[in-house]
């Protein structure tokens, strides 16, 4: 068994097949384990995990207010990468386009700035998925 992380977003879906294409074949996922009875799978990215559960009028999940497209509103995931450029072909292969064009972002963490390569992509529901290739750290200017 692997080690699981704390904490893990567990996404409501539509479909688990198209869901699942999206993860696996295109961002890289694995599957820890899955219960396509129940429309879940656990996934992992080298350390990085997300649960998918495909919403089921009849199961009693755990939903606040009736869904609409584009899910997860107001949310982000960011999920490191070793590189960003083969996930990006990989999406441009399976013609899924991206929400945010690629590029490298500094961002100020007390005194030094945190470098990554990054790009968003939606996945089948809407989530925005922030891809990271970590580019190091540098001084921080003052402000």
């Known amino acids: 068994m692997f080690e699981r992380n704390k904490p893990v ?3 409501m879906i539509t479909d688990l ?3 699942l294409a999206f993860w696996v074949s ?3 996922f694995t599957v820890a384990y899955q219960r396509p009875e129940d429309g879940f799978a656990y996934l992992d990215l080298d350390g990085a995990q997300v649960m998918l559960e495909q919403v089921d009028p009849k199961a009693g999940q755990w939903l606040t207010a009736p869904l609409s ?3 997860g509103r107001g ?3 960011q999920i490191d990468v070793k590189a960003v450029a083969p996930v990006i072909r990989k999406l441009g292969e399976m013609g899924c386009p991206l929400f945010r064009e690629c590029k490298d972002t500094w961002y100020r963490a007390e005194s030094v ?3 990554q390569r990054e790009f968003i992509v939606q996945d089948p529901d809407g989530y925005l998925v922030r891809l990271v290739e ?3 750290e540098r001084p921080a200017f003052s402000i």
């Open 17 to 19: 097949d198209r869901s």
């Open 113 to 115: 700035e945190v470098g």
């Open 26 to 28: 295109c961002l890289g």
């Open 69 to 71: 497209k584009p899910f």
């Open 75 to 77: 949310i982000n995931l």
């Open 134 to 136: 970590r580019l190091g």
């Open 9 to 11: 977003p567990e996404l």
